[in-house]
Structure formats: C-alpha cells, structure tokens
Nanobody
Framework: QVQLVQSGGGLVQAGGSLRLSCAAS????????MAWYRQAPGKQREFVAL???????NYADSVKGRFTISRDHAKSTVYLQMNNLKPEDTAVYYC??????????????WGQGTQVTVSS
C-alpha cells in the first residue's frame, strides 16, 4: 500500500510559477511510475507528466517546455515545477503511483489533489 500526500498549489497570475510536491510512504519500493494528472471543471481527468523508475520522463503536449517532473529519492518525494503558467492550466492536480484506468475506474494510489488557479 502506498500513501501520497500533496502540497503546493495556489493562485498565481499568468506567466508565474508554482511547484507541487507529492510525498510517498508505505510500500514505496513497489512503485514503477509516478505521474501527475489534472482535472478542470467540467472536463475529464487528463495526463500531465510522468517519471519512470529508470528516470525517463514523458509530458503532455500542452505542458512541454513549461513543466518539469523530478524526484528526490532521499525524501521519497516527486515534484512538478510549473513555469509560464497559463489560465488553461487551472485545475485540480493529482499525483499518482502506478496509475491505471480500467473499465472507467482509476486504479493505483492517488494523492488528495491540490487546486492550481491561474488568473489572466
């Protein structure tokens, strides 16, 4: 079992930056992938970024060049550095350990979510 606790988020103006944190506890050695997702009002949850156990990363096209996912093994924490934020980045952001979507249900371990609001 993996427990994820998020911190960060808040209200910023367009062009500003925020850093989200996700601290993992429990069976952390079983984790293969850590990922960030987001969900805006009235929209479906969408993939943002991931980092695999080997260190490789992937990003959604909408955030490439602006967001960076990283990890600190000593602190069992994953980060999402968000630069040049845009109003369309406004959403609730979730971190996830080994996320899987099966039969319309999201499996894996998920954080509690944190609000990011970007004003124009």
């Amino acid at each position: 079992q993996v427990q994820l606790v998020q911190s960060g988020g808040g209200l910023v103006q367009a062009g500003g930056s925020l850093r989200l944190s996700c601290a993992a506890s429990g069976s952390i050695f079983s984790i293969n992938i850590m990922a960030w997702y987001r969900q805006a009002p009235g929209k479906q949850r969408e993939f943002v970024a991931l980092i695999a156990s080997g260190g490789s990363t992937n990003y959604a096209d909408s955030v490439k060049g602006r967001f960076t996912i990283s990890r600190d093994h000593a602190k069992s924490t994953v980060y999402l550095q968000m630069n040049n934020l845009k109003p369309e980045d406004t959403a609730v952001y979730y971190c996830a350990a080994d996320p899987r979507l099966i039969g319309g249900v999201y499996l894996g371990s998920w954080g509690q979510g944190t609000q990011v609001t970007v004003s124009s």
